[in-house]
T-cell receptor
Framework: ETGVTQTPRHLVMGMTNKKSLKCEQH?????MYWYKQSAKKPLELMFV???????ENNSVPSRFSPECPNSSHLFLHLHTLQPEDSALYLC?????????????FGPGTRLTVL | GENVEQHPSTLSVQEGDSAVIKCTYS??????FPWYKQELGKRPQLIID?????GEKKDQRIAVTLNKTAKHFSLHITETQPEDSAVYFC?????????????FGPGTRLSVLP
């Protein structure tokens, strides 16, 4: 599958580490998203970017810092995380940010914070 | 803001039987309702969606019905097969404020027993 890719697929980090998650989409889309998926909880939208500009930030703690250098790449920079931040982080993209635009998800990064 | 509930949280059916998953939403402005399927260890994928100007939509063995008055919509899977086993997420969106109102339900784990 090459539509939306994410690296790394698994990440273990200590609370004092700094790491970054990477997402890349090869679909020619203009919007990209970060979601957090925790066990037995709904998918939580974290950030939305449209044409490299952040359009939504759902009150996410500052220890998560997104970066969108171009419409094909999205990063999530992590620092000073807490154990409760352990989750599956999913990236998605869509053609636009119209609310009926289908979102295509990446495989996710399984993050464990020790 | 929007709140989406989903029932049941787990569902087991015999192969060949039908499965029904129901979601309720709170925001009467919501007008787009997608359903995503997430197989174990894989990414969520859109399987069907419905807009508020339509009461029912069908795609082969999958159908979605919408009752705007009661603010609920349901996913129906007929002639279930083992490959239908997955977690199914519903979502609701109004488009008035993209990020805030695109809300997912907590998911239903469907197991199709051979």
């Amino acid at each position: 599958e090459t539509g939306v890719t994410q690296t790394p697929r698994h990440l273990v980090m200590g609370m004092t580490n700094k790491k970054s998650l990477k997402c890349e989409q090869h679909l020619g889309h203009n919007a990209m998203y970060w979601y957090k998926q925790s066990a037995k909880k709904p998918l939580e939208l974290m950030f939305v970017y449209s044409l490299e500009e952040r359009v939504e930030n759902n009150s996410v703690p500052s220890r998560f810092s997104p970066e969108c250098p171009n419409s094909s790449h999205l990063f999530l920079h992590l620092h000073t995380l807490q154990p409760e931040d352990s989750a599956l982080y999913l990236c998605a993209s869509s053609l636009g940010t119209g609310h009926t635009d289908t979102q295509y998800f990446g495989p996710g990064t399984r993050l464990t914070v020790l | 803001g929007e709140n989406v509930e989903q029932h049941p949280s787990t569902l087991s059916v015999q192969e060949g039987d039908s499965a029904v998953i129901k979601c309720t939403y709170s925001d009467s402005a919501s007008n787009y309702f997608p359903w995503y399927k997430q197989e174990l260890g894989k990414r969520p994928q859109l399987i069907i969606d419905i807009r508020s100007n339509v009461g029912e939509k069908k795609d082969q063995r999958i159908a979605v019905t919408l009752n705007k008055t009661a603010k609920h919509f349901s996913l129906h899977i007929t002639e279930t097969q083992p490959e239908d086993s997955a977690v199914y997420f519903c979502a609701a969106s109004s488009g008035l404020n993209y990020g805030q109102n695109f809300v997912f339900g907590p998911g239903t784990r469907l197991s199709v027993l051979p």
